[in-house]
């Protein structure tokens, strides 16, 4: 079997035999500048299949340089592109688009020029991959970030582009969903904001409530002013005009809303715009991730928001309060797109084995009658008796048992759960811990998705197929016995998490860091040479 090396040698050989067998037809005198053009196209893009793939269609002949009127248009148009980059959040240095047209312009030779050609195809395509499926490979950095990033194939972008305008292809590139565009307008607001100064001094106040005045209540205000809650005003007392704006700034950061200056809402007013920004750039290179329809119909989960939502034609249609996995490593909520089929009402719980064999195990073998609610259940899914179970002759390695509890108001899924079958046993479920909801943070579960209003977000799913689903699933649920409704269509479900985000009227929101896991993606989009930028407007 030949080496990798050797068989790239041969199909370099190849390249280049037919280059010269395509050459034969050219008038002897253009002959040796075709010819060294052509052979450094062949060896530039050897060394990459589908550029070499791209390249042998057409005989090795440019896109790019040249003096004709096609390969100029889609030059200026790639350069235009590469010099908006950092609008998009992208890493300028990584275009250069300065250094790229110094480089055309000294290039004279056919086989300089070969070589720039290849070059300028390598650019386009790493732009293109950049400003549509985004810089970085989420699950490298986060490995709960468990998304399939639909990316496109390099070969096809070249083949679509080199047929289409290329200015009108070069824009349809990146995110066209509504979000991405109004982050996009946030994010050059915030950059021109901040070449202004930015939100001005930090309030020196540990807490600030109304009827206050001073320096600090003074700075209150101005920093209001410029994060658009708060028209101006000459006020230095902590009056109504105040203490609206506070409120909403809280809303804005999904903070409880009282009008009080608090510890945890002036540990938010002291956030640096800077910091605000890394927030805004990170959102959108987490869209460029999920640049794929999402459904005319689909749910929306923002982890950090503890919301699941549903959304027609980009209109949130339903809303309810959520609870998340908590913050610990192996309980946190994975982030993934998939399909919701079904729902099942009055259903039973059967325990992931992580949690019989972590927190139930050590608790029957301290006493055999511990979690009376719950079955324990050989591999046929039969009921063992508590005394047969000897919990203490086992480990967590060899624990033959499974657990199980059946339909009932205190069940752990409560009375309905919401299927998309996905390797990470993960599904929106009702639950009996109604009091967790009134929670400003709510990071509670095993990583499954707990809904506040759980009945009332399968009435609006069966609302599609029935005529009245209240009392088709109130029916089901009487019986008391476990039953599946299945959704004669499915729906999209993509569990996100963004903290920073838009509102339905394309307001910015700010929500915490709760996993920690938007730092590490700046810190990565940092490492690629991403940066916050100061505008003039």
């Known amino acids: 079997m030949l080496s990798r090396a050797v068989v790239g040698v041969l199909r370099h050989a190849a390249c280049v035999m037919l280059l010269v067998s395509t050459l034969s037809i050219i008038p002897a005198g253009a002959q040796a500048q075709v010819t060294a053009f052509r052979q450094a196209v062949a060896e530039s893009a050897a060394r990459d299949e589908e550029l070499a793939t791209f ?127 109004r982050l996009m307008r946030e994010k050059l607001r915030l950059e021109n904001l901040l070449a202004q100064g930015g939100y ?138 998939d399909v919701m089929e079904y729902m099942v009402i009055n259903p039973s719980w059967y ?44 480990n967590a390695k060899t624990f033959p048992y499974s657990m199980r509890q059946g339909p009932s108001e205190r069940n752990a899924l409560g009375l309905v759960k919401f299927l998309f079958p996905n390797k990470y046993n993960i599904y929106l479920h009702d639950t009996p811990s109604k009091n967790l909801f009134s929670r400003e943070t709510r990071a509670f579960s095993h990583g499954c998705i707990r809904l506040n209003d759980p009945f009332d977000f399968a009435y609006a799913l069966l609302a599609k197929q029935e005529a ?10 009487n019986t008391g016995n476990e039953s599946r409704i299945t959704l004669k269509e499915p729906v999209p479900v993509h569990i996100v998490y963004r903290t920073a985000f838009t509102n339905v009227t394309g307001q910015l929101q700010f929500r915490r860091d709760v996993y920690g896991r938007d730092k590490a993606i700046w810190n990565a989009l940092s490492r690629e040479g991403v940066a916050v930028r100061a505008v003039q407007g």
């Open 55 to 181: 390249y042998r269609s057409r005989d090795f002949q440019g896109i790019w340089t040249g003096d004709d009127s096609a390969a100029s248009t889609r030059r200026n148009a790639l350069l235009t592109a590469l010099a908006d980059a950092g609008a998009h959040g992208l890493p300028a240095d990584r275009y250069n688009p300065d250094q790229m047209m110094s480089q055309l312009r000294a290039a004279t030779t056919p086989a300089q020029q070969g070589a720039m050609e290849v070059m300028l195809s390598n650019a386009f395509l790493r732009y293109a991959r950049d400003v549509q499926t985004g810089i970085l490979t989420p699950s490298k950095v986060v490995p709960l970030i468990v998304r399939e990033v639909p990316l496109r194939s390099r070969l096809g972008t070249l083949q679509a582009f080199i047929q289409s305008n290329p200015a009108a292809f070069l824009r349809s590139l990146p995110p066209s969903s509504p979000e991405y565009a």
């Open 200 to 337: 001005g001094p930090n309030v020196q106040a540990a807490s600030l409530k109304p009827g206050a005045s001073g320096q600090a209540v003074v700075d209150l205000r101005n920093r209001l002013i410029l994060m658009g809650h708060l028209e101006r005003t000459a006020t230095q007392t902590y009056d109504t005009s105040i203490q609206t704006a506070v409120q909403r700034f809280q809303q804005s950061m999904g903070l409880a809303v009282d009008g009080a200056a608090g510890g945890d809402t002036m540990k938010e007013i002291n956030v640096p715009l800077e910091k605000r920004m890394e927030s805004v750039i990170v959102a959108m290179e987490r869209e460029r991730w999920i640049n794929r329809p999402r459904g005319q119909r689909h749910i929306w989960v923002n982890l950090t928001d503890f919301t699941a939502t549903i959304v027609d034609n980009d209109r949130v249609t339903f809303s309810t309060r959520s609870v998340i996995g908590a913050s610990d490593a192996d309980r946190q909520s994975p982030e993934f797109s």
């Open 351 to 394: 325990v992931p084995r992580s949690i019989v064999v972590n927190e139930y195990l050590p608790q029957l073998q301290q006493n055999a009658g511990a979690v009376s609610h719950l079955d324990v259940t050989d591999r046929s899914g039969n009921i063992v008796p508590r005394s047969v179970v000897q919990a203490g002759n086992y």
């Open 468 to 477: 009245n689903p209240e009392s088709v699933f109130q029916a089901r649920l």
